[in-house]
Nanobody, 128 residues
Framework: QLQLLESGGGLVQPGGSLRLSCTTS????????IGWFRQAPGKEREGVSC????????NSADSVKGRFTISRDRAKNTIYLQMNSLKPEDTAVYYC?????????????????????WGQGTQVTVSS
């Protein structure tokens, strides 16, 4: 059974850091791009960052560029989202998702509806 499980969320002060983990099972990362999304109360779901099936191509939203970094540990089947210089507007539930395809890379990335599998989410709250 294909599963994605997010962890690492919590409460952090503005300017602080968190590292989210997305642990996958039931499939190999070699054939799936993995994306991080977030949704704040009353707002639409927003794509944050994504990484190709090969792990050598990434893309991030302008709102997090220079602050968030996506990476993966293939041996552990885990994708990470390192979040630095956190702001109150980063407060949201963060989800990871998997999109089948080795062609997602460079300037071509899946939209939310093109992701096949989703995790349950982890809450991130940035507040003093």
């Amino acid at each position: 059974q294909l599963q994605l499980l997010e962890s690492g969320g919590g409460l952090v002060q503005p300017g602080g850091s968190l590292r989210l983990s997305c642990t996958t099972s039931g499939f190999t990362l070699d054939y799936y791009a993995i994306g991080w999304f977030r949704q704040a109360p009353g707002k639409e779901r927003e794509g944050v960052s994504c990484i190709s099936s090969s792990g050598d191509s990434t893309n991030s939203a302008d709102s997090v560029k220079g602050r968030f970094t996506i990476s993966r540990d293939r041996a552990k089947n885990t994708i990470y989202l390192q979040m630095n210089s956190l702001k109150p507007e980063d407060t949201a539930v963060y989800y990871c998702a998997a999109a089948w395809g080795t062609f997602w890379r460079g300037s071509t990335w899946p939209t939310a509806v093109q992701y096949d599998y989703w995790g349950q989410g982890t809450q991130v709250t940035v507040s003093s």
